[in-house]
């Protein structure tokens, strides 16, 4: 009797076993057809046997085992386990949520062989050739010869966007012995580095450590100013990678990086193929993608979250870029910290993790200094013209604005626009205004399905709900009192950016939110506009604050930073630091002089003196002091135990049992549970939300407690009438 033990898409933390007589040991990993219920779903194999707990005589059929696509390898299982293990999700559902969708499916998968553009060299015939010797009317020629002269080597998907007939003359050239072709497949150990620029010292010291312990397990920690070239320690390091046969997988925390970082490592390494992993693939480009990285065939992959999971025989290195990033955790379903697993992954495949950042979380910034990681620093801009921006702070005490914006924010404006340099006015807050109110009733527009305010798109003339989705028109009058006097109140981007427009009429005017590039495209367009000079003034949310090169950008204005001192979240400041640090570093980027202009009504506040000083450390130090002291992260590990429900009263009642639960518990000593509470915003998408906090001095404590209350939650009788589920390791309170 062989027996399969299969992980299935279910809300059950088991495997199930089924009859499988032509399995074998071969199969574990392996995607296959079952019956569940009345259905036919796939699962994954994770173990075969001979032995079952279940009678032979109940046991069913296996159905088709998928054996076209190769298995998971055992260390992405042991991933996958672990991440189960780690954050309390049912394993089936774990291993499910990071293969491509048409495997889940268990769809017919056509696997096609990877193409790669042939790319073309110099030989030594064409490296002796005098530009001087050609005739000055071959434009087309010149060009391309220079090209090759000054890179090395050229793809053709290059030299179509130069000449149309681009590839007519490397035909040319190679009947004339200039120039030989190969591809990437054949000669994997070629790669584009000629037009590296050379470090500076700071960037080789750093190198130099990294590439020293590339075959033992070291997290390191680059922490550089912007600007400070930590792209480019990437690439030298990847370099060095790539020549030894090995994979780099570079995490991002947002798709919209990934295009500009992706253009980075195609010009670097243009006989290496790249392949990209985020949610704006269709399903088959990222099958296709997923099987390339399987299959060692992909030296790099880049993508965002849920490329942690990607399988990669050959894995060398992990980069995790703006690893401080909050997208790095998934907020629903498997509520997991992409950057924790790299950690876990790196360490088990004994590879170095490089987490790069401006601004490192608190928690990964005291790994650092306790020596747990590796600390990497860079000082001082790469480009050597470039210095940081000088900030100041508009006091709005004594300085009245209009429409949002101060006279010296106006001014300074002018002197950018009369100067034909770039500015950037940063407002985390897309829409036209959050509130829309009435001043007679007070009345004011709320969303019926959740505890926040309706947000005006005046250009759409509608109220949006920017949390569940929900949009309604704006109504000609009060709804409460009839009263035609309902104004919008605060300002978000949509209103600045009118504002800007009366203030400015000939200026180039460009708002870059979430609703101006929900089109396909959209994003890449703004950006060769912004790169072409075609944009005077952007007018932005957290979209610009980080990542971007923007040479010409000269100065940034921020509005409205002070919303965030006054959040009940701990992390708030700290996420507002490094936010408006990321901000103010796209300004004075190369030869231009950058500035920094911030509104606040707090110019004395702790936050805004670190960050007029630009001094991250002795910021981080005096709030790991506050943290400590509190009893917050990185000092102690927290979980949160959330229930929904149509009623609050429900969810509190459930929260209340799984706390009386915890109290007769082995290890309830070193546990402290927090009385049940409503959400910070109780009601989202028509359900209402509480939540009971669980904190602990020890990870090894926390986690043993959270296993056994887990298995003994899911016993109570109302378990499965509540929305219930565990965050580990939670973002936010």
């Not at 990607?310 to 910290?337: A, N, W």
Request: charged content about 20%; glycine content about 6%.
């Amino acid at each position: 009797m062989v027996i399969v033990r299969v992980a299935l898409d279910v809300p059950i933390d088991r495997l199930f076993d089924y009859l499988a007589p032509d399995a074998d040991t071969t199969d574990i990993g392996r995607c296959v057809y079952v019956p569940f219920g009345n259905r036919q779903i796939s699962g994954i194999i994770i173990s075969v046997c001979e032995t079952s707990s279940i009678p032979e005589e109940k046991l069913k059929h296996a159905g088709q085992i998928d054996r076209q696509t190769p298995p998971l390898p055992q260390s992405l299982l042991e991933l996958f386990e672990f991440c189960s293990r780690y954050y309390h999700h049912p394993i089936g559902q774990v291993i499910m949520n990071g293969l491509p969708i048409l495997l889940r499916k268990f769809k017919h998968i056509t696997i096609r062989k990877a193409e790669q553009p042939p790319s073309w060299r110099l030989t030594d015939t064409g490296r002796s050739i005098i530009l001087a010797d050609l005739p000055v009317r071959a434009k087309a020629k010149r060009q391309l010869i220079s090209l090759l002269l000054k890179h090395g080597i050229i793809t053709a998907d290059t030299c179509k966007t130069m000449s149309s007939h681009s590839r007519k003359l490397l035909h040319e050239f190679k009947e004339l012995g200039w120039v030989e072709q190969f591809t990437a497949l054949s000669e994997k150990s070629v790669f584009s580095t000629a037009s590296a620029p050379v470090p500076t010292a700071e960037q080789a010291q750093a190198i130099f450590e990294i590439l020293d312990r590339t075959g033992t397990f070291t997290p390191w920690l680059l922490n550089g100013i912007t600007g400070s070239g930590k792209t480019e320690v990437y690439l030298q390091v990847t370099a060095s990678l790539l020549a030894q046969q090995k994979q780099v997988l570079i995490l991002v925390p947002e798709i919209n990086l990934t295009p500009q970082l992706e253009a980075v490592f195609r010009k670097r390494f243009p006989a290496t193929i790249l392949v990209s992993l985020h949610s704006g693939l269709n399903n088959s480009e990222r099958l296709q993608s997923w099987l390339q990285a399987q299959r060692g065939e992909a030296g790099i992959v880049l993508g965002t979250r849920l490329a942690i999971f990607t399988p990669m025989p050959e894995l060398g290195l992990i980069i995790v870029d703006e690893e401080q990033d909050h997208s790095f955790k998934q907020q629903d379903g498997l509520r997991y910290s992409a950057r924790d697993l790299a950690i876990y992954r790196a360490r088990q495949a004994n590879i170095p993790v490089i987490l790069g950042s401006a601004t490192p979380s608190l928690e990964s910034y005291h790994q650092a200094r306790i020596g747990r990681y590796k600390l990497l620093q860079l000082h001082s801009r790469a480009i050597s013209q470039a210095t940081l921006p000088a900030i100041r702070c508009i006091d709005l005490r004594v300085i009245p604005v209009q429409e949002g914006l101060s006279e010296s924010i106006l001014d300074a404006l002018r002197h950018c626009l009369a100067r034909k340099q770039q500015s950037l006015v940063f407002i985390n807050r897309r829409g036209y205004s959050p509130v829309l109110l009435c001043k007679s009733c007070r009345w004011i527009a709320t969303c019926n399905r959740c505890s926040s305010r309706l947000v005006v798109h005046l250009r759409d003339r509608q109220l949006r709900c920017h949390y569940c989705g929900n949009q309604q028109p704006v109504s000609p009058a009060c709804p409460q009192c009839g009263d035609p006097d309902v104004l919008p109140f605060g300002h978000g981007t949509q209103r600045i950016e009118a504002a800007l427009v009366r203030h400015f009429p000939e200026a180039r005017i460009l708002r870059v939110d979430r609703d101006s590039i929900r089109h396909k495209g959209a994003w890449q367009k703004m950006l060769d506009r912004i790169h072409r000079g075609e944009a005077d003034i952007l007018v932005g949310t957290q979209l610009l604050a980080k990542g971007h090169d923007f040479p010409n950008l000269a100065l940034v204005c921020v509005l409205n930073a002070d919303a965030s001192l006054y959040s009940t979240d701990f992390r708030a400041e700290e996420h507002l630091f490094a936010q408006l640090i990321q901000v103010a570093g796209r300004a004075g980027r190369a030869n231009v002089p950058g500035s920094v202009l911030i509104q606040t009504e707090f110019p004395q506040h702790p936050l805004y003196q670190a960050l007029i000083r630009q001094d991250f450390a002795t910021y981080a130090q005096v709030h790991l002091k506050e943290r400590r002291s509190a009893g917050f992260p990185p000092f102690v590990y927290l979980a949160i135990l959330r229930a929904e429900a149509p009623v609050l009263a429900d969810a509190l009642e459930f929260l209340r049992q799984t706390a009386a639960l915890a109290t007769v518990m082995e290890n309830y000593t070193h546990i402290q549970l927090f009385d049940p509470v409503p959400a910070h915003m109780t009601r989202l998408k028509g359900l209402e939300r509480a939540q009971l906090l669980i904190q602990a001095r020890s990870r090894r404590y926390l986690q043993t407690f959270l296993r056994n209350w887990h298995q003994g939650i899911t016993t109570l009788p109302a378990h499965n009438k509540i929305r219930w589920h565990l965050d580990v390791d939670p973002l936010t309170l």
